[in-house]
């Protein structure tokens, strides 16, 4: 266990009384891995699914469930005063009732009440009481006040379909929590699915050589981490075997650009804001040898021919309302090159950068871009990190879908 006394953030993670109590457990060991200081708060009827003490072995500090059984007269408030954020994990339709209507009869609706930090529900309850009214009603506005909600089930919100009422997984809410701690907070991509491709093919000349090229994929993991954070539905297609996979975040392994290309393809088909991060290889091997090149044979002759333009199929093969967002990494003008790609490939942002400026491009930790969209003034960013680079343009990317904007 962590001491009280901790400097680390502090998640009040309150537990109501619902058969997804259970996920809350590893909700709490999740964050406490993380090195947040977790501190349970239980419904009498949340006990009723989960013990007290499994909360308190893998919490930072035993379960408080009433407001009357410690020495401090005001627990609630001390407890929503400590509280980074407070996470109600799951949030049944009575603990939402009494959180959208100001009610506190016992400690967790106290703490939400009392609540000065963001506050984060997993509501979790049957289909038939997340579709009543009054609940929607109550969700709907606890939204508007700003608490943060993580959609329960795999409903997408941009389509309308808000799933069974089954909790969230417990990686999708830590996710999430940790997005809301460590501050990309005001970027909400909750039930938007977003594609991203990352690292460089590789292009077989035989079985053992290839041509390939220097992207990391740093840029295109930061991109599913942030979205990943803000709430999205996040699959990266990578060619990239030594980076971790964001939590939550899934995986579909690629080497050639053909291989991208198919994967690219099949999941825009859902897909709200679709990132091609990655460095495409322009040209492939005609004939790829299916046995290895033997040096005695001398040096071959390889013929190279264009590999599909990924970026510009999505562009111009769009099936439904989406954002697509392309990359120009350049050794010229970037922004005259960024422009010119963004007609050509039909994309809404092209993210612009001149890879042989210090600080940016290919295996470097920050990034100085420029994000280019059609109609509007180029927004520049010297030297930020790749995360920052990441939240900036999905911040745009989210504005061009919600005001439909796009060619
Ligand atoms: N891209 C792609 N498919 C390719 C080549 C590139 O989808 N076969 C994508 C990249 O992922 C990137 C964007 O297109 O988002 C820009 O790639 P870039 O190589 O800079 O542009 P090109 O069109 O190849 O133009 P040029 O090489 O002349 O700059």
Redesign the pocket.
């Known amino acids: 266990m962590q001491t009280s006394g901790s400097t680390r953030k502090t998640v009040v993670l309150c537990i109501s009384g619902g058969i997804a109590a259970y996920k809350a457990v590893e909700v709490a060991r999740r964050l406490f891995d993380l090195g947040y200081h977790v501190v349970p708060v239980m419904t009498e009827d949340a006990k009723r699914f989960v013990g007290e003490t499994t909360f308190s072995a893998l919490s930072s500090e035993p379960v408080r469930s009433s407001l009357w059984d410690s020495k401090d007269p005001v627990p609630h408030t001390t407890l929503s005063r400590r509280a980074d954020l407070v996470l109600v994990a799951p949030a049944t339709a009575n603990i939402i009732s009494k959180f959208a209507n100001g009610a506190s009869d016992d400690l967790v609706s106290a703490v939400l009440i009392a609540a000065t930090s963001k506050v984060l529900i997993a509501p979790a309850m049957h289909s038939e009481m997340w579709d009543n009214a009054a609940v929607k009603r109550n969700v709907e506005f606890l939204a508007s006040t700003g608490v943060v909600v993580v959609e329960p089930g795999v409903g997408r919100l941009a389509g309308g379909d808000f799933g069974a009422g089954r909790m969230a997984e417990p990686h999708e809410i830590v996710a999430r929590a940790v997005g809301l701690l460590e501050g990309v907070s005001d970027l909400d991509l909750s039930g938007l699915e977003v594609v991203v ?1 990352a690292g460089g093919t590789r292009e077989a000349i035989d079985p053992v050589r290839f041509i390939g090229n220097r992207s990391s994929g740093r840029q295109g993991y930061a991109f599913a981490e942030v979205a990943q954070m803000a709430g999205a539905n996040v699959t990266l297609v990578s060619t990239v075997e030594n980076l971790p996979v964001p939590s939550g975040a899934k995986m579909v392994k690629v080497e050639s ?1 053909s291989d991208m ?1 198919s994967a690219m393809k099949e999941l825009a088909k859902t897909a709200d804001i679709v990132i ?7 040209f492939r091997v005609e004939e790829q040898r299916s046995e290895k090149i033997k040096k005695a044979d001398g040096p071959p002759e390889i013929r190279l021919v ?9 562009g111009q093969n769009r099936s439904h309302r989406q954002v697509v ?6 050794t010229g003008d970037p922004e005259e ?1 960024a422009r010119a ?1 963004l007609d ?2 039909g994309a809404d942002i ?1 993210v612009g950068n001149d890879v042989t400026a210090p600080g940016a491009g290919f295996g470097t930790e920050t990034n100085s871009v420029l994000i280019v969209e059609r109609d509007r003034d180029v927004t520049f960013l010297e030297r930020v990190s790749k995360k920052k680079v990441a939240e900036a343009v999905l911040a745009r990317a989210l504005e061009i879908l919600r005001s439909g904007l796009r060619i």
Do not use: N
């Open positions: 491709s650009a290309s091609m991060a990655a460095a495409v290889a322009d264009h590999t599909e333009d990924i970026l510009a199929y999505l967002v392309g990359f120009a990494a350049e090159y790609k050509r490939k092209i």
